[in-house]
């Protein structure tokens, strides 16, 4: 089963700050973020693991709460080299990736 | 460097036709994935492999078929059973396929019908 993510697109102006949810109906071992800009390949951004851990670098971090199935990726001051779509994946068993947050940032 | 090709990165297919998209990695992992994504829709699980000559099916694997007969190489089969072709397939590889490994994906294959 897909996770399900949400907002599913979000228009923001340089500098602004953005939040990005994750949540499975299932029990999860860890969760994966990545971007992926138009017409490429998608990055990896960061694991996080089971055990609640939060995790960030620059200004992009998140959080796992593995009691909620949930997932929470933040976007502080935001950039336009941050605009892209961002993907979780949630592995049980194996991974399942939910169907993209589409983040816009202007000038 | 190390990384993951696909290859064409533009691909047509007539009514009919069984066509192959190529995936190769020097990564010297041994889980590989192919996903299809369409519009709005993510990225759905079509193949995996965690090791040579074995392979499972995922949510999407009607019409598709898949070979792993070298560690670095995991071919997608388009076939004529697939009705609906039309869409971006992704190849990923992974140091195995445990909660803690990252994936890294190649650049993709777009598929269009003729």
């Known amino acids: 089963q897909q996770p399900v993510q949400s907002p599913q697109a979000v228009i923001l102006r340089e500098g602004e700050d953005a939040v990005i949810n994750c949540s499975s109906s299932?029990?999860?071992?860890?969760v994966h973020w990545y971007r992926q800009k138009h017409g490429e390949a998608p990055v990896f951004l960061m694991i996080?693991?089971?055990?609640?851990e939060q995790k960030g670098h620059d200004k992009i971090s998140a959080s796992f709460n593995e009691k909620k199935q949930q997932s929470s990726l933040y976007l502080t001051a935001s950039q336009l080299s941050y605009s892209g779509t961002y993907f979780c994946?949630?592995?049980?068993?194996?991974?399942?990736f939910g169907a993209g947050t589409r983040l816009t940032v202007k000038p | 460097d190390g990384g993951i090709t696909q290859s064409p990165k533009y691909l047509f297919r007539k009514e009919g036709q069984n066509v192959t998209l190529s995936c190769e990695q020097n990564?010297?992992?041994?889980?590989m994935y192919w996903y299809r994504q369409d519009p709005g829709q993510g990225l759905r699980l079509i193949y995996y492999?965690?090791?040579?000559?074995?392979?499972q099916k995922g949510d999407i694997a009607e019409g598709y078929s898949v070979s792993r007969e070298k560690k670095e190489s995991f071919p997608l089969t388009v076939t004529s059973a697939q009705k609906n072709p039309t869409a971006f397939y992704l190849c990923?590889?992974?140091?195995?396929?445990?909660?803690?490994?990252?994936?890294?994906f190649g650049d993709g294959t777009r598929l269009s019908i003729l």
């Open positions: 990923a590889s992974s140091m195995a396929q445990l909660s803690n490994q990252p994936q890294h």
């Open positions: 299932k029990a999860l071992y860890s």
């Open positions: 996080l693991l089971k055990g609640g």
């Open positions: 994946g949630t592995y049980n068993n194996d991974m399942r």
């Open positions: 990564l010297n992992h041994d889980a």
């Open positions: 492999s965690q090791i040579v000559n074995d392979f």
